[in-house]
């Protein structure tokens, strides 16, 4: 019966393994994103021109304008103050030697940043300046909501700005959770911020080795 139960497991272990996808990426000039937020909401918030930019003319919420890939379908523009706070899922945010996360701007202005995390509670912020973005050779045509013109669209050079969490004071190895951003200029045209840490894989080689521990255990039992 042991032997029976063994196998059953076994094989369904495998089967999920084998048969689990591998997770969505995104490659925006020299940055290949594995890991988007989860869910997003809006911390603070000011001024009345604050709104969706998308490359389709439609509606678009913070949560899912900057959650889930395409990371550069959509975002928000034009905010006085704003604080976007991002939740991704646990293991995709880790600090490890260099860049961690990418933080997505659209160049329809000069655009100025803040960023912190719930490591220490989002006390220390590290600025990302208008000259730390870079152009990554990627551009978006955007309908935006507030438009004189509804059907007019705005085209932005996406710039990206890498993060390293060490910048933070974040240990190597440390995860966090929860990343805020907030504008520090007056027309941020935020689109979005990536992980390049792969989402952790449910079942793996990993798991079968403690599998196989699970098994002589059994065996043992049964003698």
């Not at 990371?71 to 030697?97: C, H, K, Q, R, S």
């Not at 995390?117 to 045509?141: C, H, K």
């Not at 085209?155 to 520090?184: C, F, N, Y």
Request: proline letters at 5%.
């Amino acid at each position: 019966m042991y032997r029976f139960l063994v196998v059953l497991v076994l094989c369904g272990t495998v089967f999920a393994a084998g048969s689990s996808s591998s997770p969505a990426s995104e490659t925006i000039g020299p940055y290949t994103i594995e890991s988007a937020p989860m869910s997003a909401q809006v911390i603070a918030l000011g001024g009345s021109l604050w709104g969706w930019i998308n490359v389709t003319n439609a509606y678009v919420s913070v949560n899912d304008a900057f959650t889930g890939f395409s990371i550069l379908d959509d975002g928000y523009a034009n905010p006085t103050g704003v604080t976007i706070e991002m939740t991704f899922a646990p293991g995709t945010v880790i600090n490890t030697t260099g860049t961690d996360l990418v933080v997505f701007d659209g160049r329809l202005s000069v655009n100025s940043y803040a960023i912190s995390t719930d490591y220490d509670n989002f006390a220390t912020e590290l600025a990302l300046p208008d000259t730390v973005f870079t152009d990554t050779g990627v551009d978006r045509d955007y309908y935006y909501q507030h438009s004189p013109d509804p059907n007019a669209t705005y085209h932005a050079d996406i710039m990206a700005a890498a993060v390293d969490l060490s910048s933070l004071g974040i240990p190597d190895g440390t995860q966090v959770l929860k990343v805020r951003v907030r504008s520090t200029s007056s027309e941020v045209d935020l689109i979005g911020v990536g992980s390049l840490h792969v989402v952790p894989e449910p079942f793996t080689v990993a798991g079968l080795v403690g599998l196989g521990a699970i098994v002589t255990v059994l065996r043992r039992r049964r003698k």
